[in-house]
Nanobody, 124 residues
Framework: QVQLVEYGGGFVQAGGSLRLSCTASGLPFSEYAMGWLRQAPGKEREFVAVIPRVSTFYANSVRGRFTIARDDAKNSLYLEMNNLNPADTAVYYC???????????????????WGQGTQVTVSS
């Protein structure tokens, strides 16, 4: 049984930073592309960042502010978020999928495995 568990959400003021973590079990972690996606109230779930193996890819809205990283030895995924703004307020999800094209990795529906999500709230 695949299980993804996120940690590290919280409340922060605009301009602040947060670090999210995700621990995976039940899948060959190093063989999976790992992504972060988010869903704001009233909006569809959207792509944030993905790290298929070593390369990283980001949504335009977070590039330069967020950094995704993985530690295959620990079955863990991370998201360092800096210079946060209220538009970043959302539930953040860790997700896993088999390696695919970048276009597919940027599409939420292509991820079969999801964590429960962690809330990030940024105040102005």
């Amino acid at each position: 049984q695949v299980q993804l568990v996120e940690y590290g959400g919280g409340f922060v003021q605009a301009g602040g930073s947060l670090r999210l973590s995700c621990t995976a079990s039940g899948l060959p972690f190093s063989e999976y592309a790992m992504g972060w996606l988010r869903q704001a109230p009233g909006k569809e779930r959207e792509f944030v960042a993905v790290i298929p193996r070593v390369s990283t890819f980001y949504a335009n809205s977070v590039r330069g502010r967020f950094t995704i990283a993985r530690d295959d030895a620990k079955n863990s995924l991370y998201l360092e978020m800096n210079n946060l703004n209220p538009a970043d307020t959302a539930v953040y999800y860790c997700a896993a999928t088999r390696p695919a094209s970048i276009k597919e990795l940027m599409t939420a529906s292509n991820y079969p495995y999801w964590g429960q999500g962690t809330q990030v709230t940024v105040s102005s």
